[in-house]
């Protein structure tokens, strides 16, 4: 039996930067402004959706930290988007300073190679 080829899921690497807003919280509030605020209005829009974070306010002052989507498929994507730019996120807590959108190894489905990737051990 042939298996269905699905599509490859959307990756989005949304490069942010902390507002003055954000940072006058404590950190108690800020864990709660996300969990009351951003995640239940994600939650409502969208399904799909899987996200982590990492902290580059060590290293960048342009960006602050970058917060990583992954998407099921381009619908899934822009309905988190959609959410995230009605909640206090989007140019209150933070700015978003570039979106960064692909799919892991497009190129090689394209042309139908292997994908290429380094291990190391």
């Known amino acids: 039996m042939p298996t269905e080829e699905t599509a490859p899921p959307v990756t989005a690497f949304m490069l942010i930067k902390t507002r003055p807003e954000w940072l006058a919280m404590t950190p108690r509030e800020r864990m709660d402004a996300f969990a009351t ?3 239940p209005a994600i939650k409502a829009k969208t399904t799909g ?3 982590r974070f990492y902290d580059t306010e060590f290293y960048s002052t342009r960006v602050t930290d970058v917060w990583v989507w ?5 619908e899934a994507y822009q ?7 009605e909640t206090p ?3 209150r807590y933070f700015d978003v ?3 960064l959108v692909g799919t892991e190894n ?3 489905r394209t042309y139908g190679f292997e994908p290429v990737a380094t291990v190391t051990t």
Not at 70 to 74: S, T, V
Not at 79 to 85: K, S, Y
């Open 97 to 99: 300073v570039d979106l």
């Open 79 to 85: 309905l988190l988007i959609d959410a995230l730019r």
């Open 49 to 51: 959706v899987r996200s």
């Open 106 to 108: 497009g190129y090689a």
């Open 70 to 74: 992954e998407a099921d498929d381009h």
């Open 89 to 91: 996120f989007w140019d």
């Open 37 to 39: 605020e951003i995640v």
